[in-house]
């Protein structure tokens, strides 16, 4: 008699035990409804200004159709060395400390998979992106998570990583400007950071994709600071700041022999990213600033009216200091994040992400995205006003 196949049995056990994304879980609600003004996706409202597009049809009508080299383009590797010395005050080899990923997700991916024994402990602060924690699993890691609060603009401290610290740590993932929170860092606070990171010999991985999108101080990369070059994995893209999310470009930094195994994973799974989107990267990163500044004068407008109207409406929103994004709490009403989302969808159509979605620190709090349109945030808070005065 033959045997039943269940293909549930042949799913490997760390796979089985990922979460689907909360967004996604979410936006599958959304799907199919219609007129709904959306506060959920994070992607820039703008379209990637045309002479990035243009350099992209450019190299297609040149044939630009091939693969490249496993890291990258030469010329791109080049101009990102450029880029990062006089924004970021760090230097790298384009030609053995960089590599070109298709996406900083995957550039995050293969930097954990590269650094990640079964059993290491990667410490990272929560909320976060949705992805950190499966990646860490996936890996065969342990994530650890930090929570952060909103009375500290939700940045991390180097009192409150400590505290997780054990002989199985092995590095700290960073994310600021923080998705969702908005949250930065100050210097002083990512010094104590990296000095506690130097005595327990940890390596760090930062997330600094929405670094240009920075409202109010410097924005500084612990990669700058003395002694860190070397322990850090930096990691960066052209989603945000160049409005490029469908190129699905992005990159890593840092010594060589941890490029070098990145590199090994890449070439066997990605091989490399696309050259088309290369050449826009090419475009963007040398002669995209204007575009990106006129962009963020454009989020900070968008930031200042969403949390002033959030803040009157009674549900408290701390400003956010980068990225595009608001948080409010939603605990005063005394709904789940999740119950909060939904009925806000349901009754007044703006999708918004509930927090919890970003880790069980999050729960609590609502993602809203404000890359979109200054009239649709507008309409999105009076629904808001008009929901919130509802539960009373």
Known sequence: MATVFEPLNYIADNVRAIPRSGIRDFFDIVQGMKDVISLGVGEPDFVT????????????????????????????????????????????????????????????????????????????????????????????????????????????????????????????????????????????????????????????????????????????????????????????????????????????????????????IHQYSMLCASIISQEAALEAIQHGEVDTGSMRDQYRLRRNYIVKSLNDIGLPCHLPRGSFYAFPSIRSTGLTSKEFAVRFLEQEKVACVPGSAFGASGEGFLRCCFATSLPQIETAMERMNRFVKGLK
């Open 49 to 264: 200004p045309w002479h990035i597009r243009e350099a992209a049809i450019y190299a297609l009508e040149r044939g630009r159709t091939s693969y490249t080299s496993n890291l990258g383009l030469p010329k791109l590797r080049e101009a990102i060395a450029v880029s990062l010395e006089k924004h970021f005050q760090v230097k790298y080899d384009p030609r053995t400390q960089i590599i070109i990923a298709v996406g900083v997700s995957e550039a995050m991916d293969i930097a954990i998979r590269a650094i990640t024994n079964p059993g290491d402990e990667i410490i990272y602060h929560e909320p976060c992106y949705v992805s950190y924690a499966p990646t860490i699993s996936l890996a065969y890691g342990k994530p650890v998570a930090v929570a952060c609060d909103a009375s500290n603009g939700f940045a991390v401290t180097a009192e409150a990583i400590a505290k997780v610290i054990t002989p199985k740590s092995k590095a700290l993932l960073l994310n600021f400007p923080t998705n969702p929170t908005g949250g930065t860092m100050t210097r002083e606070e990512l010094l104590k950071i990296a000095d506690l990171v130097k005595r327990h010999n940890l390596l760090v991985l930062t997330d600094e994709i929405y670094s240009e999108l920075t409202f109010e101080g410097e924005h500084v990369s612990i990669a700058s600071l003395p002694g860190m070059l070397e322990r850090t994995i930096f990691l960066h893209g052209f989603s945000k700041a160049y409005a490029m999310t469908g190129f699905r470009i992005g990159y890593a930094c840092g010594p060589t022999p941890l490029i070098d195994a990145m590199m090994r």
